[in-house]
């Protein structure tokens, strides 16, 4: 990761994190900006305005950004999601225009949720449909991250038989966003309803990709989301073991350092030893991405569900150690505890995860 990003994102967030965390809202010029620098989706070709990093490097600004603030980090996921979205799904001119456009300062969500359809994306209701030379969009989606800031939303829905993707601009007639209010965690991300009463927009708005199988389209974007989601995770691990450290050392209960009690020291080192494994399994599954494996997807999913479990599991140790000192409302611990459990249950639940690993499983040995 170059050392200016991570200095860039450092700067930006500073010491502002726990007041966006209670305030749940991130200033809008602070997210423009950070866009319009190509750092919301840095995986983006130059061509089209981004920074072209590498997957490895962007999970390393993801976990960097993961460890100073997950609402943050969340945008990021978003924009990122949205932007290889369109990358894999769009025709040449739909990623010329969209991708410039995320990186010249807009801001975009990515919806697959609805009321009945969240772990089951197979059975989501929202509809695309042709008419003329338009399309038309309707139905509802819920817990959408960054809805509430985003300038235009990436809809996925059924489509003749199949699926499709949209790009629905926020402002167009028949679109309703309402903020979802006082999240558990990741309070300052923007998420929001979507309500989508027949939105009617020229054809050109629908993917290239329109008809093909809906489990197909959403495991492509979800690759993405969930080993963003995992960077993420190595970032809230990190920041509870640098909270946990430097507490343990200069905290004396009993006549001594809170480091040199046993019980205490152990969950020290299984913190550091979560955020390792969690890291190890980020930069294999990256690896496998940059490599264009086919072990992507597994790995993504492995991944994903290998840090979102330790960084629950690490956030509550941490808590656990510095007790009181770390649970006023912001504290990064405190932050860390809510916006973790999420963790386990965004792009694909911790029991969504192990299905499709024990399917893996089973295929790979037989």
Same mark, same amino acid.
Not at 293 to 320: D, I, M, N
């Given at each position: ?89 769009g025709d040449r001119a739909q990623r010329e ?133 995992a960077w993420g995770c190595v970032g809230i ?51 496998? %991405?940059?490599?264009? #494996?086919?072990? +992507? /997807?597994? *790995? @993504?999913?492995? =991944? ?7 960084? &629950? %599991?690490?956030?509550? #140790?941490?808590? +656990? /150690?510095? *007790? @009181?000192?770390? =649970? ?7 932050? &860390? ?7 386990? /249950? ?21």
């Amino acid at each position: 990761m170059p050392d200016h990003l991570s200095a860039l994102v450092t700067e930006t967030v500073a010491d502002a994190a726990s007041g966006w965390d209670v305030a749940g809202e991130i200033p809008i010029a602070v997210l423009r900006a950070l866009g319009a620098k190509g750092v919301l989706c840095a995986e983006t070709e130059q061509r089209f305005g981004g920074l072209g990093l590498s997957c490895v490097e962007n999970g390393e600004l993801t976990a960097h950004t993961g460890a100073l603030c997950s609402s943050l980090r969340s945008v990021m996921t978003s924009q990122g999601m949205a932007a290889w979205t369109i990358r894999r799904f769009g025709d040449r001119a739909q990623r010329e225009e969209h991708l410039a456009r995320l990186t010249g300062g807009e801001l975009a969500a990515v919806a697959f949720s609805e009321p009945a359809a969240g772990s089951d994306l197979a059975a989501m209701s929202t509809g695309i449909r042709r008419d003329g030379g338009d399309i038309v969009v309707h139905g509802t989606k819920t817990w959408i991250t960054v809805a509430d800031y985003a300038d235009w939303i990436v809809v996925f829905g059924r489509y003749e038989g199949g699926g499709a993707v949209a790009v629905v601009p926020t402002t167009a007639p028949g679109v309703r966003v309402t903020r979802v209010p006082h999240p558990m965690g990741c309070r300052a991300a923007g998420h929001a309803t979507v309500e989508l009463d027949h939105v009617r927009l020229p054809a050109e708005h629908l993917l290239a990709v329109a008809g093909q199988p809906i489990v197909m389209l959403t495991t492509i974007a979800l690759t993405y989301g969930r080993l963003s989601v995992a960077w993420g995770c190595v970032g809230i691990l990190r920041a509870c073991l640098t909270a946990v450290a430097r507490h343990a050392a200069a905290r004396e209960q009993f006549g001594k350092p809170l480091l040199q009690h046993q019980l205490v020291a152990r969950h020290l080192a299984e913190l550091y030893a979560a955020e390792r494994t969690a890291t190890f399994a980020c930069e294999r599954a990256s690896g496998s %991405r940059d490599e264009g #494996s086919p072990e +992507q /997807v597994p *790995a @993504s999913v492995l =991944a994903k569900h290998v840090a979102a479990g330790h960084a &629950a %599991r690490g956030a509550a #140790s941490a808590l +656990q /150690v510095l *007790a @009181s000192a770390g =649970a006023a409302s912001g504290h990064v611990v405190e932050r &860390a505890y809510r916006d973790a459990k999420l963790m386990e /249950v965004i792009e694909g639940s911790n029991e969504i995860c192990q299905l499709i690993l024990a399917e893996h499983a089973a295929s790979a040995a037989g």
